[in-house]
């Protein structure tokens, strides 16, 4: 079936920019147990502390549980789960991160005159035939592939590194997907979708244009899509911006891996839905990602505090009601506040008050689209003007102390000033 030509608010409320069997809860004296727990551990009780860390996952303490972790590491350097937890491979008898690994094999096999293409390393000339298979499809210089079934395949204009690192995103949001959004929901296999990584924000902006069968130009800065339509995601590891880096671009693949899946595994129409709905569940998986780890329900604001501020600024007004009743074209014409008060408020319904509304929020989800409206929503999960208040709270009390932590970590640790208090 051709694929209709679509306008390009729909395509921003659509593509913008381990796990648990249960939700976990954000408890305010957390951190204090952590440390009453911790205060009674013998530093060479690697149980004990991978139990620590598997606490502090749940409360989503983040520091914590990697400072737990790396207890377990310094008395047993071989421990397997607490490696793949940190995200850490053996390489050459040097136990490093998964990024490094992927990086040291790019240039262990360039060097060679090698290419990564599909699963394995290939000479230049039989990655110069497979590409030309590729460039068949899609018209656009490929330099690496890269085949993570059954869930994606990288197609890369840039290195093996990043194009492996996309994938490995892909992967952990899918595995995942199930455990938060699937509950009460018989989710589908999918054919694995192609996942376009481009190099230049020019090149991105033509081919996203082209191959999404777009109308008008598309915006500066735009980071990156699922586009339903063609069935594909699209994005650049150059937006033309000084603040886009890799770590930027992952949360990005978070993002629109949410809303892939929506689509492909849960039969779930973007254009259907309430874009709140589409949006929150989003951006709470892009903040989810702790490096190249999903952990559901953590608050990783690395990088940016952009999304926070705008939560603060706009939670204290929202209007529950209004949000739930907005259409895609009409949340877009106030996108910053609409993406922030959906995602703190997808955040209290998931994790508020001791999971109170969690399990009547994944019902109404397993009803989307035949549930999607704001009176089902009243019905299922609870009356807006009930939820108001607790939810202002929530944000008051955890949410947004949470995201300032996170944001003033990511900046202490990357030495700048300042401290958002």
Request: hydrophobic content about 45%; charged content about 25%.
């Amino acid at each position: 079936m051709t694929a209709k030509r679509v306008a390009w608010w729909w395509v921003l409320a659509t593509g913008a920019a381990s796990l648990f069997s249960t939700v976990p809860v954000l408890a305010a004296d957390a951190s204090a147990e952590y440390e009453a727990r911790a205060a009674k551990l013998a530093d060479g009780d690697a149980k004990g502390w991978l139990a620590l860390a598997d606490f502090a996952e749940e409360h989503l303490l983040l520091p914590q549980r990697e400072a737990a972790l790396r207890k377990v590491v310094a008395v047993a350097p071989d421990h397997a789960e607490a490696r793949r937890r940190l995200d850490e491979v053996k390489v050459g008898g040097e136990w490093v991160s998964g990024a490094e690994a992927d990086a040291r094999a790019g240039k262990e096999h360039e060097g060679k005159g090698e290419v990564f293409y599909g699963k394995a390393w290939v000479s230049a000339a039989a990655a110069g035939r497979l590409r030309a298979a590729d460039r068949g499809r899609f018209a656009w210089p490929i330099q690496t592939r890269v085949d993570a079934p059954p869930y994606c395949a990288v197609y890369s204009a840039v290195g093996y590194a990043e194009a492996r690192a996309v994938a490995v995103v892909v992967h952990r949001v899918t595995t995942g997907y199930e455990a938060v959004f699937g509950k009460g929901r018989k989710l589908t296999t999918f054919a694995p979708f192609p996942v376009h990584l481009f190099g230049s924000a020019d090149v991105f902006a033509r081919e996203f244009k082209r191959m999404g069968k777009l109308s008008g130009d598309v915006p500066k800065g735009f980071a990156g899509s699922y586009t339903p339509t063609v069935k594909m995601m699209f994005l650049s590891t150059d937006i033309g911006s000084p603040g886009w880096n890799q770590e930027a671009l992952l949360h990005t693949v978070a993002h629109e891996t949410l809303h892939a899946l929506d689509e492909l595994a849960a039969g779930i129409s973007l254009s259907a839905v309430p874009t709140w709905i589409a949006e929150g569940r989003a951006i709470y998986s892009q903040y989810s990602l702790v490096g190249r780890q999903w952990i559901p329900g953590a608050l990783n604001v690395s990088g940016t505090d952009g999304r926070g501020q705008e939560v603060e600024k706009a939670y204290k007004t929202a209007s529950l009601e209004r949000l739930l009743g907005l259409d895609q074209k009409a949340f877009m014409q106030n996108a910053a506040a609409n993406y922030a008060v959906a995602w703190s408020f997808t955040h209290f319904l998931l994790h508020g008050k001791e999971g109170k509304h969690r399990d009547r929020f994944l019902r109404f989800l397993a009803g989307c689209p035949a549930r999607s409206s704001a009176k089902d929503f009243e019905r299922i999960v609870g009356k807006v003007a009930e939820l108001e208040a607790p939810y202002k709270e929530y944000v008051e009390t955890l949410f947004l102390p949470a995201v300032k932590a996170s944001v003033n970590a990511d900046r202490k640790a990357k030495g700048l000033p300042g401290e958002w208090k």
